[in-house]
């Protein structure tokens, strides 16, 4: 059974709060960049400002860490992200945007680190999938959420900043109630660059840099493509859950089989579904609702898994540096994959969005299919 401790638990819930509001800005904010009549190249790059934002923050969360323990960084981070997104309300021009969303990723970025390295060092090797499962669980739930208070709140610009921005403040108080075991200054001042070339963790590592691409395109740029087809804010929200909701049922069960029967072949199934995923939505517009199931299905669990993989032979003292650099890895992907595809699209159509997450995911899948059987991470003990 799996048991969380009480300081994760309040983390956790503050995460749900803070993810309902980025669930709502990451929708929201390409929207309101289209009403103001940017274009698509500009939607794209305010989205990658956010994700260099994000990589910005793997970097300096360590280091804050260290000097000011889990509670002070977390504080910190949730202030950034409060004042950033504020500041959004007096925003008026494409350099505006750039500026806030960029430091909003920072404090996003911090605040994943923080919860992430407080998961890892509070579990084992054998119930590490489980417990990311659960993280991830509790992030997509908030996503979902997020999205579905679309159909039901005004999505004006003015409207959203004041609540969303008290909900940031709000997340705070649970650990008020709660300190998190700091890491030993020895321990923890390792450079990630090491771990990135370790040998052990490379196919992981390198699933976490597609798992950004695809994520990082799909949530900064689908409500785009949907609303280009036609759809409203609001319906942009559930089919924007609906995706999410596919990633949450899946945490679970991915996470148990990637335990039980190793890690390499759970993502040779997750690539050939995106790589399926992606071809019925370009097929047939009918199928965009088995297509989004899959996608989410697939999409959403494929960062948990390789993170699992690449953590495997890690020991507990390097578990924080080693999270910086899949997180950093992630979003060099989340940078790059919305910068690429909003160029193809803008460039030539909208489909182009299904035909580069199917090639990113081919890619992947042709890396793990040369991996042997007998090489892959292992099922825990």
Do not use: K
């Not at 300081?7 to 980025?22: E, F, H, K």
């Not at 009403?35 to 910005?56: D, E, I, M, R």
């Amino acid at each position: 059974m799996l048991s969380l401790s009480r300081p994760v638990l309040l983390l956790l819930c503050g995460l749900l709060l803070l993810t309902v509001a980025m669930a709502l800005l990451n929708t929201l904010v390409p929207l309101w960049l289209d009403q103001q009549h940017l274009a698509t190249w500009q939607v794209g790059l305010v989205g990658s400002a956010y994700f260099l934002g994000n990589l910005v923050g793997t970097l300096v969360t360590g280091r804050v860490i260290l000097r000011r323990g889990f509670n002070q960084s977390y504080y910190y981070a949730c202030l950034l992200f409060a004042a950033s997104t504020a500041a959004l309300g007096i925003a008026s021009e494409f350099w505006g945007w750039l500026l806030w969303r960029f430091l909003a990723g920072i404090g996003c970025a911090m605040i994943w680190v923080i919860v992430e390295s407080a998961l890892l060092r509070s579990g084992s090797n054998a119930n590490r999938g489980q417990l990311l499962a659960a993280y991830m669980t509790i992030y997509y739930l908030g996503t979902v959420l997020g999205q579905l208070a679309l159909g039901v709140i005004s999505t004006a610009l003015l409207r959203v900043i004041p609540w969303t921005t008290a909900l940031m403040v709000v997340a705070m108080l649970p650990l008020c109630f709660a300190r998190i075991e700091r890491p030993q200054p020895r321990r923890a001042a390792l450079a990630i660059w090491p771990l990135l070339r370790r040998r052990s963790a490379r196919l992981g590592v390198n699933g976490c840099v597609i798992s950004g691409a695809i994520l990082g395109t799909l949530y900064g740029l689908l409500p785009l493509y949907l609303s280009h087809q036609g759809i409203s804010d609001a319906r942009v929200g559930y089919w924007m859950a609906l995706l999410v909701s596919a990633g949450i049922l899946g945490q679970w069960p991915v996470g148990r089989l990637a335990d039980r029967y190793g890690r390499l072949r759970v993502l040779r199934v997750q690539v050939t579904l995106l790589i399926l995923g992606s071809l019925v939505m370009l097929s047939t517009p009918q199928g965009a609702l088995a297509a989004l199931v899959i996608l989410g299905g697939a999409g959403f669990t494929l960062y948990p898994v390789a993170m699992s993989w690449a953590c495997e032979r890690a020991d507990r003292h390097e578990l924080v540096a080693m999270n910086q650099a899949l997180l950093m890895s992630y979003t060099l992907g989340s940078l790059a994959g919305p910068t690429l595809v909003a160029l193809l699209m803008q460039h030539f159509s909208d489909r182009w969005m299904f035909v580069t997450i199917a090639a990113i995911a081919l890619c992947y899948g042709l890396m793990l299919w040369r991996r042997p059987e007998g090489h892959s991470a292992l099922p825990a003990a």
